[in-house]
């Protein structure tokens, strides 16, 4: 049973950072996909980054890309998400989720029901 912990939301003006983090325990989180989502009232939880288990390819969602920083650190069993230039827009409740399933098509590297272990979330609030 993997256990995930989310750390390091919080509010930051615009055009400011936050790293997240995804710390993993009770079992090996290096085996596993880490996805991060997030999540504002009144919607569905959004794919914004995902790190493979078996070579680390990244994959970002186009209202991410260029901006966040998806990577592991197997030493640590934690995965991180860099998050700069951040806009309003950002704001949202930011969960890690973890699947054993590695290979995937691009159109299923955010299908929630594909991840078995998730995250309690950190709130991220960006003003403007």
């Known amino acids: 049973q993997l256990h995930l912990v989310e750390s390091g939301g919080g509010l930051v003006q615009s055009g400011g950072s936050l790293r997240l983090s995804c710390a993993g325990s009770?079992?090996?989180?290096?085996?596993?996909?880490i996805a991060w989502f997030r999540q504002v009232p009144g919607k569905g939880r959004e794919g914004v980054s995902r790190i493979s288990s078996s070579d680390d390819s990244t994959y970002y969602a186009d209202s991410v890309k260029g901006r966040f920083t998806i990577s592991r650190d197997n030493t640590r069993h934690t995965i991180y998400l860099q998050m700069d230039n951040l806009k309003p827009e950002d704001t949202g409740v930011y969960y890690c989720?973890?699947?054993?399933?590695?290979?995937?098509?691009?159109?299923?590297?955010?299908?929630?029901?594909?991840?078995?272990?998730w995250g309690q979330g950190t709130q991220v609030t960006v003003s403007s």
């Open positions: 009770g079992d090996t989180v290096d085996y596993y996909a």
């Open positions: 989720a973890a699947t054993i399933i590695d290979f995937v098509p691009e159109t299923s590297l955010f299908r929630a029901q594909d991840y078995d272990y």
